[in-house]
Protein backbone atom coordinates (compact mmCIF):
# COMPACT_ATOMS: atom_id res chain seq x y z
CA UNK A 1 0.00 0.00 0.00
CA UNK A 2 1.54 3.58 -0.95
CA UNK A 3 1.25 6.12 1.56
CA UNK A 4 -0.26 9.41 0.35
CA UNK A 5 1.51 12.44 0.52
CA UNK A 6 -1.27 14.19 3.03
CA UNK A 7 -0.42 16.43 5.46
CA UNK A 8 -1.45 15.41 9.60
CA UNK A 9 -4.46 16.72 10.74
CA UNK A 10 -4.62 20.72 11.25
CA UNK A 11 -4.39 19.86 15.45
CA UNK A 12 -1.06 17.89 14.75
CA UNK A 13 1.04 20.60 13.01
CA UNK A 14 -0.43 23.34 15.51
CA UNK A 15 2.61 25.10 16.99
CA UNK A 16 2.41 26.40 20.50
CA UNK A 17 1.29 29.67 19.56
CA UNK A 18 -1.24 28.68 17.34
CA UNK A 19 -2.52 26.61 20.44
CA UNK A 20 -2.53 29.70 22.82
CA UNK A 21 -4.04 32.05 20.20
CA UNK A 22 -7.44 29.04 20.04
CA UNK A 23 -7.23 28.97 23.74
CA UNK A 24 -7.26 33.13 23.96
CA UNK A 25 -10.29 32.69 21.65
CA UNK A 26 -12.09 29.83 23.23
CA UNK A 27 -11.11 32.09 26.39
CA UNK A 28 -12.86 35.29 25.22
CA UNK A 29 -15.96 33.19 24.20
CA UNK A 30 -16.44 31.54 27.83
CA UNK A 31 -15.72 28.03 26.67
CA UNK A 32 -13.25 27.71 29.64
CA UNK A 33 -12.87 23.81 29.72
CA UNK A 34 -12.19 23.73 26.51
CA UNK A 35 -9.56 26.47 26.47
CA UNK A 36 -7.92 24.54 29.06
CA UNK A 37 -7.53 21.32 26.97
CA UNK A 38 -6.08 23.45 24.02
CA UNK A 39 -4.05 25.46 26.58
CA UNK A 40 -2.83 22.09 28.06
CA UNK A 41 -1.42 21.07 24.46
CA UNK A 42 0.59 24.28 24.13
CA UNK A 43 1.84 24.20 27.82
CA UNK A 44 3.04 20.35 26.92
CA UNK A 45 4.65 21.72 23.55
CA UNK A 46 6.16 24.96 25.37
CA UNK A 47 6.68 24.44 29.04
CA UNK A 48 7.31 26.87 31.11
CA UNK A 49 5.85 30.19 29.13
CA UNK A 50 4.42 32.65 31.02
CA UNK A 51 1.70 33.72 28.34
CA UNK A 52 0.34 30.05 28.28
CA UNK A 53 0.89 29.84 31.74
CA UNK A 54 -1.39 32.51 32.75
CA UNK A 55 -4.06 31.99 30.18
CA UNK A 56 -4.23 28.12 31.54
CA UNK A 57 -4.51 29.21 34.78
CA UNK A 58 -7.67 31.60 33.94
CA UNK A 59 -9.61 28.96 32.03
CA UNK A 60 -8.79 26.48 35.41
CA UNK A 61 -9.99 29.05 37.38
CA UNK A 62 -12.72 30.27 34.84
CA UNK A 63 -14.24 26.53 34.85
CA UNK A 64 -14.06 25.58 38.32
CA UNK A 65 -10.71 23.88 38.57
CA UNK A 66 -9.43 25.80 41.35
CA UNK A 67 -6.91 23.42 42.49
CA UNK A 68 -5.30 23.47 39.10
CA UNK A 69 -5.47 27.35 39.05
CA UNK A 70 -3.42 27.58 42.30
CA UNK A 71 -0.58 25.02 40.84
CA UNK A 72 -0.43 27.08 37.81
CA UNK A 73 -0.58 31.06 38.74
CA UNK A 74 1.85 29.12 41.56
CA UNK A 75 4.14 27.42 38.41
CA UNK A 76 4.17 31.11 37.03
CA UNK A 77 5.25 33.07 40.46
CA UNK A 78 8.04 30.38 40.14
CA UNK A 79 9.26 31.99 36.81
CA UNK A 80 8.68 35.83 37.77
CA UNK A 81 7.75 36.78 41.34
CA UNK A 82 6.78 40.25 40.58
CA UNK A 83 3.91 38.99 37.87
CA UNK A 84 1.08 40.84 39.82
CA UNK A 85 -1.77 39.26 38.25
CA UNK A 86 -0.29 35.87 39.21
CA UNK A 87 -0.52 37.08 42.56
CA UNK A 88 -4.17 38.26 42.31
CA UNK A 89 -5.09 35.59 40.63
CA UNK A 90 -3.59 33.08 43.39
CA UNK A 91 -4.99 34.86 45.52
CA UNK A 92 -8.42 34.51 44.33
CA UNK A 93 -8.03 30.40 43.54
CA UNK A 94 -7.11 30.20 47.30
CA UNK A 95 -9.96 32.29 48.39
CA UNK A 96 -12.24 29.81 46.28
CA UNK A 97 -10.10 26.63 48.15
CA UNK A 98 -11.04 28.42 51.85
CA UNK A 99 -7.55 29.81 52.29
CA UNK A 100 -7.84 32.81 52.97
CA UNK A 101 -5.01 34.33 54.61
CA UNK A 102 -3.00 32.65 52.15
CA UNK A 103 -5.37 34.57 49.58
CA UNK A 104 -5.05 38.11 51.71
CA UNK A 105 -1.18 37.76 51.24
CA UNK A 106 -1.13 37.18 47.69
CA UNK A 107 -4.29 39.88 47.18
CA UNK A 108 -1.85 42.22 49.42
CA UNK A 109 1.34 41.43 46.68
CA UNK A 110 -0.47 42.06 44.03
CA UNK A 111 -1.95 45.36 45.14
CA UNK A 112 2.01 46.71 46.42
CA UNK A 113 3.46 45.41 42.77
CA UNK A 114 0.59 47.50 41.06
CA UNK A 115 -1.42 50.18 43.29
CA UNK A 116 -3.20 51.53 40.80
CA UNK A 117 -4.94 48.35 39.72
CA UNK A 118 -8.69 48.22 41.16
CA UNK A 119 -9.13 44.95 40.42
CA UNK A 120 -6.46 44.01 42.93
CA UNK A 121 -7.65 46.59 45.61
CA UNK A 122 -11.15 45.40 45.43
CA UNK A 123 -10.47 41.65 45.80
CA UNK A 124 -8.69 42.26 48.50
CA UNK A 125 -11.26 45.10 50.50
CA UNK A 126 -14.07 42.01 49.82
CA UNK A 127 -11.55 39.69 51.63
CA UNK A 128 -13.04 38.76 55.31
CA UNK A 129 -11.13 40.44 57.95
CA UNK A 130 -9.11 38.08 59.80
CA UNK A 131 -9.74 36.76 63.13
CA UNK A 132 -8.19 39.52 66.40
CA UNK A 133 -5.97 36.46 67.20
CA UNK A 134 -4.75 35.82 63.50
CA UNK A 135 -1.09 36.32 62.66
CA UNK A 136 -2.39 38.26 59.64
Known amino acids: MESSPESPPPDER???YDL???GEELLRRR???QAAI??????RLEPHRQSILEALGRAYFNS?????SRQTF????ELDPSAHY??????QSLKRLGRPSEARTHLKLAVALSPGTPLYRQALARMPKPAPDSSD
Open 14 to 16: ETA
Open 20 to 22: LQR
Open 31 to 33: HHA
Open 38 to 43: VLERAD
Open 64 to 68: GQHER
Open 74 to 77: GELL
Open 86 to 91: AHYALG
